[in-house]
């Protein structure tokens, strides 16, 4: 008698610890686990009812969008015509009656979802974008982890198709038009210190750049403190091509050229500038590279930026793009 007791008494505990827990419960944790738990068992009924494509004889029929996703099949009711439906069915010539989900799977020849690659996660990093591109040709575009000197893994956005390593900015919002505007100094960081730090750690020898940027920085017999910090391609050797200006050098201009990767500089009627100071000649480019960060400072007068008679204008700079990329593989 005592056995039975106690068990009535552990009965009334757990009863009442249940009932407490669901009293602390608000409505929506209900309505949420309740998702839940139909979210988790699908329930379907396969019937009958006319096939228009069969001359209207009865067949069998589970009228969801997905079967594949029923963990249940019950056998259900008959319509005598066959409703319209805003989702594709397809007709059986006999039924299945089960709670397996293994079961209902293979009599619906249901295809598998694909097993997720493991090349390319932390426990098991790829020496290369093309290497998991190689071993899994349906891998999406996305981050991955590529192993680089020293047994290092870097986290890596890898272009599918195409087996690309992808560094720099997207999506890039900002417009910099500077022309005789406020002190404004800007500092656009395009390929952050770890991205760097990849670049150089990881085996790439290939590399372009992909672009829709407009840039040019211009001092006209004054001074202008910006700069392009930069790596040379495929070197990777870092590289900063300044724009320091003073009189009688009007109308020097550094810009890209139409691919991205190289920066020309132009000069005036009086220029002397281009060709000194590691600039590239008169209206000749640099050697291939890649910019990592531009720095806009042509009225920071304490970092020496000058301007003949106060004409502000004529020290001028332009980033104007959405996007740039470094591809490497």
Not at 2 to 31: A, N, P, R
Not at 128 to 149: D, F, T, W
Request: with cysteine.
């Amino acid at each position: 008698m005592k056995g039975v007791f106690k068990q009535f008494l552990l009965l009334w505990m757990l009863h009442s610890i249940f009932i407490s827990v669901i009293g602390l419960l608000t409505g929506k944790d209900l309505v949420v686990i309740l998702a839940y738990l139909a979210e988790a068992a699908m329930y379907c009924e396969i019937g009958q009812e006319p096939d228009p494509a069969s001359q209207n004889r009865y067949r069998w029929v589970i009228p969801v969008k997905d079967p594949c996703q029923c963990t249940e099949v019950r056998v259900g009711s008959l319509n005598t015509r066959a409703p319209c439906r805003p989702f594709d069915i397809k007709y059986y010539d006999t039924f299945l009656h089960s709670s397996n989900q293994t079961e209902i799977r293979k009599w619906l020849n249901c295809s598998e979802p694909p097993t997720p690659c493991a090349n390319g996660t932390m426990q098991n990093p790829a020496t290369s974008c093309s290497e998991i591109l190689e071993v899994c040709k349906q891998s999406p575009s996305g981050v991955y982890y590529l192993l680089g000197a020293r047994n290092k893994q870097y986290p890596v956005y890898c272009e599918m198709p195409g087996g690309w390593a992808r560094f720099g900015k997207g999506n890039m919002q900002s417009v910099w038009n500077y022309e005789g505007e406020d002190e404004a100094e800007i500092n656009l960081g395009i390929i952050s210190d770890d991205e760097i730090e990849a670049i150089k750690n990881l085996p790439f020898s290939n590399f372009t750049i992909r672009t829709d940027v407009t840039f040019s920085v211009q001092a006209d017999d004054s001074k202008n403190p910006s700069t392009v910090h930069a790596l040379y391609l495929p070197s990777l050797q870092t590289v900063s091509i300044n724009l320091p200006m003073d009189k009688s050098n009007d109308n020097t201009r550094l810009r890209f050229k139409e691919e991205g990767d190289r920066v020309m500089c132009l000069g005036g009627p009086s220029s002397n500038l281009c060709g000194q100071d590691g600039l590239p000649r008169k209206n000749e480019a640099t050697e291939r590279l890649v910019v990592t960060n531009v720095y806009f400072g042509p009225r920071a007068v304490d970092r020496g930026a000058t301007a003949t008679r106060s004409e502000w204008r004529r020290n001028r700079y332009t980033w104007d793009g959405s996007f740039y990329y470094l591809l490497a593989k």
